[in-house]
């Protein structure tokens, strides 16, 4: 037994190779966040880094529920 993050075994419960035990006893999900130290323009490397990730992780924590 083990306690993880959701996203970490989605597949793996998915495919039925775990399965959730003691879920009366989970958390509330936790709330992600893409943080940066915004002084002035954003540099587009960090633009096109939120510009790829932000859409991924939403779609992966939508798959993440089981």
Known sequence: ???????QIAAA?????LCPVLEAFEPQPWPV?????GQGLLPVKLRAFLDFAAPRLKERLAQATW
Do not use: D, K
Request: net charge positive; no cysteine; hydrophobic share 40%.
């Open 13 to 17: 419960v998915r495919s039925g190779t």
């Open 33 to 37: 966040n893409l943080v940066h130290a």
């Open 1 to 7: 037994m083990t306690r993880v993050l959701s996203y």
